[in-house]
């Protein structure tokens, strides 16, 4: 097995060639209703076809990346994180490209959530080609897709009520109609005429009225139509979906079974993605009631290419979540250990040394770096940014000896790091190394001898030691002191930071530097 077939987006690039025959262009598709913030859980889509298209121009395949921006939909519901809503509920049951920003910004509700995400999609390596429905259906060019749904009324009857508990009735088209009038989708089809012509009647607000699919701008077709009429349409042959869409009688099986019978087309290679939980934030993943975690959200916390380590290390078809508490750490802290594998700096097993390496591939935003980025521990950094109390570039100004390129890595972390602090990490994680301007907390005769033995013992050496010495430093300074380690330790903390506890004493006094912890300690 070659190196590249180790990864689940190189066995569905394989599947695709084998399974779609030798092609000229593969066209891979993802897309959503833009109804509000475009949420992590849906990005998981967008980014598991992007690894396959990867994987697939890897193979040195043209392949098409198509993303569908569903705004011809009905605006169903105000979120309820949407300004006024008085005024945003009368637009209800119109197309989302009818329904105006309520910021005013935008020229549509619909565009504000697809510009959100069409600008941050670049910042990982993202870039699909994108198709608005809305533009599609106005200018009719699904008209002949949508004639053959007409033809094969029955047919698509008799599919989606394999599955349905209670049977579509007789007087039902596959097709939704939205008022010349009024814009509302609250109409009825009353006949279609064999070619072109359907007429119908709105129930909001009485307009009857007859209509040339061809010319017109106000059809559609229902969801569960539409998405196969698309795949033969657009000739897609990959398309993954959540598993909600996967089950037995939901829109992918009848989406396969329609483009078959009625547009005498293969379906795409699918595989089934799973959903995403949030852990460390409160909420839940929901964009119609506007409580959910965006992809801006995440890009605040995470580097890009940490974004991408979580999905490419992680199978489309396992639950995980997305962590905002102590786990940002550690999920840091596996980034930097593949990189390191990578680079050939730590050593595992041969399988999984390939399987790491491939990972790290896929994670990066183009091609991989020529070398190893600087490293920098984004536990140390959330110390550092502490230290300098959010002054990023006092943080970078303190790595001595390195280009520009690592500078800006480092910068992207550390931002990344005062964020995490500021929005997410747990009290007893953060802390603020006081100044000479500070009040002194009070402290006993013990704090005071404690102090004076740290100010002649430990400070005078700072600028002498490295990391292991002044362990060693601070462990013989404890003993002289005649008290217990972790008392000895208190006193420190509290007098530096106003805590019982803080982080690893040796790190933080060597990142503070003397002359920050020498005004801390000023007035002992």
Known sequence: MEEKQLHWADYYAEKIIREKGDKEVYVCASGITPSGTVHIGNFREIISVELVVRALRQKSKNVRFIYSWDDYDVFRRVPSNIKNRQIMETYLRKPITSVPDPEGREESYARVYEKELEELLPLLGIEPEYIYQANMYKSSTYAGGIKKALEKRETIRKILNEHRTSPLPHDWWPLSVFCTS???????????????????????????????????????LPWRVDWP??????????????????????????????????????????????FLSI??????????TGDVVSLKDVLAIYQPQVIRYLFAGTRPNTEFAISFDLDVLKI?????????????????GEKREAKEKRIYELSQIGEPPGRIPYQVPFRHLCNLVQIHVGDVEAVVEGFKGIVDDEKDYIRARARCAWNWINLYAPDEFKFLLKGEDDKPIETDDTGRKVLSLFKNEVIEKLDSCDDQS????????????????????????????????????????LAAGKEKIEKALKHY
């Open 279 to 288: 852990k460390g934030r409160g909420g839940k993943i929901s964009s119609s």
């Open 182 to 220: 009024c814009q509302r989708d609250t109409t009825k089809m009353l006949n279609w005429d064999g070619e072109w012509e359907i007429t119908y009647s709105c129930n909001s607000c009485g307009n009857r009225q007859n209509l040339d699919i061809r010319k017109t701008s106000s059809v559609k």
């Open 332 to 348: 840091y802290e596996d980034y930097d250990r593949c990189e390191r594998i990578y680079f050939g700096l730590e050593k595992i």
């Open 229 to 274: 009429m698309r795949w033969d349409f657009e000739d897609v042959d990959f398309e993954p979906a959540g598993k909600d869409h996967h089950s037995e009688g939901g829109s992918f099986d009848t989406a396969k079974k329609i483009v078959t019978a009625v547009y005498e087309h293969s379906p795409p290679v699918t595989f089934q993605y799973d």
């Open 470 to 509: 002044l362990s060693k430093v601070l462990f013989d300074t404890a003993r002289k002191s005649g008290l217990k380690t972790g008392d000895f330790f208190k006193y420190i903390y509290q007098a530096l930071i106003g805590k019982d506890r803080g982080p690893r004493l040796a790190n933080f006094l």
